[in-house]
């Protein structure tokens, strides 16, 4: 979405997943896709919740001893919660080079904790959209850096040589 008052240079925004670019000016339904997508990832997360004790149940009716069942609770229970921590503070950050092989080891642990990735995303959707703020910051700062760039260069160098001339 090219805006007319927008130079051919200036740099342009990073698009958010669900979102694109909507979330610069918050047009073309951006509040409706924001309630639209936190709605459906409560309904996921509790989707998932029934998918999860349809699994405890399955071990409950095999009877592997209750300390299995305990076990099973306790790392769905410590998966989502970590889950939930890490995704919520990634929408808030971006990992640089030695985060980036912690965020690749938290795979598995997301995987299990999927849903508390699905109620950090719905918890974030009520402020703003998943990671609009990072990508607000750093559109900001590109906008300024090519403000003071092209304030630092007005006007055709080679007639102010000229004028100095007379």
């Known amino acids: 979405m090219p805006d007319n008052d927008r130079s051919a240079s200036e740099p342009t925004p990073e698009p958010i997943r669900f ?3 909507t ?3 918050h047009s073309a339904g951006y509040a409706l896709r924001r309630v639209g997508l936190g709605l459906g990832a409560v309904v996921a997360a509790v989707l998932g ?3 999860l004790r349809f699994a405890y149940e399955g071990v409950a009716i095999a009877e592997v001893g209750s300390w299995a069942e305990m076990l099973l609770v306790l790392a769905f229970a410590v998966c989502s919660a ?3 921590s890490r995704t919520l503070g990634s929408y808030s950050r971006r990992p640089d080079a030695k985060d980036a092989a912690v965020e690749s080891s938290m795979r598995s642990i ?4 999927f849903v508390g990735v699905l109620l950090a995303y719905a918890l974030r959707t009520v402020v703003e959209a998943p990671g609009e703020k990072l990508a607000r910051a750093e559109y900001e700062q590109a906008l300024a850096r090519h403000h003071r760039r092209r304030a630092a260069r007005t006007g055709n160098p080679a007639a102010k040589r000229r004028s100095r001339r007379r």
Do not use: E, N, Q, S
């Not at 997301?110 to 904790?113: A, Q, S």
């Open 19 to 21: 979102y694109g670019t």
């Open 23 to 25: 979330w610069v000016d």
């Open 49 to 51: 919740a029934f998918l």
């Open 82 to 84: 970590l889950a939930f």
């Open 110 to 113: 997301r995987l299990v904790g």
